[in-house]
Each structure stands twice: as C-alpha cells, then as structure tokens.
C-alpha cells in the first residue's frame, strides 16, 4: 500500500507523503513560511494550526505570498 497522496496546490497536483505537516509541505514546495497566508479547503487557515494540521488525501490549498511595499 502506497504512502502517497495527491492535493490540489495553487489549483495543481501535487503529490506527498500520508499526514504531511502543513509546514513541512510548505518546506518541500518551497514556500516560505513566514511570508505565506493558507486557505486550506476554502478557509484561511491561522498559523497557530499549522503545525497540527496534516494534509488528507483530496485537500485543496490555496497558498499566497505576502509581498510588503507601497
């Protein structure tokens, strides 16, 4: 049995690791943390659950980078 699981990122398909850690799939697409929001199955997701929160088989994420200026 495969440990594998497809998500939908930014509206494509990646593939990772059952349970991965919302951080560590981050880390593996290489996004940085600090300068990113998530909307995790249509709701923005707070960073304080991040690291609780395993991805599931089907879980769409919506992954926007935070750019400071004015």
Known sequence: MSNEITIQVNGETHSCS?????????????????LVAVEYNGEILH????????????????VVTIVGGG
């Open 18 to 34: 059952f349970e991965t850690s919302l951080p560590d799939l981050l880390q593996q697409l290489r996004f940085n943390p600090r």
């Open 47 to 62: 960073r304080q659950f991040w690291a609780d929160t395993k991805v599931q088989p089907s879980d769409r994420l919506e």
